[in-house]
């Protein structure tokens, strides 16, 4: 993106083609897009003409993204929830919170990637 122009005072003064590609990156990064393909979509955005194929493929794979990560928040989430549960109260001794914690290798996560290593 080419610096926008300064003001007398020094501030810059954004084009609407600056702000509406701004809008665009921050869109993109809302949504999750990392640089490198925030760069082919950019890229992709400068060629109205071009085919959309790669920019559905970029989508696509976001969407897969997306989807692994849900999947390791859900895992996450019920071990937790079975230490919660798992746990009645009274003393730290006792406390299955703590004991699941410090048992990295349990064995008993829904996360194949917890406690590999």
């Known amino acids: 993106m080419p610096p ?6 020094g501030r810059r ?12 990156i921050r869109h993109a990064r809302e949504l999750g897009f990392e640089s ?9 955005a400068d060629r109205p003409d071009a085919d959309c194929a790669a920019a559905h493929a970029l989508a ?8 692994a990560r849900l999947r390791r928040l859900q895992a996450l989430r019920a071990e937790l929830q079975r230490m919660a ?7 730290v001794g006792e406390c299955r919170v703590i004991e699941t914690l410090a048992d990295f290798t349990h064995g008993h996560c829904d996360d194949p990637a917890h406690g590999a290593g």
């Open 4 to 9: 926008p122009a300064r003001t007398e005072g």
């Open 85 to 91: 549960t798992s746990c009645a109260g009274g003393v």
């Open 13 to 24: 003064a954004y084009s609407e083609a600056h702000l509406r590609r701004l809008g665009f």
């Open 60 to 67: 696509t794979a976001q969407i897969a993204a997306i989807d």
């Open 36 to 44: 490198e393909a925030l760069r082919a979509l950019l890229a992709l």
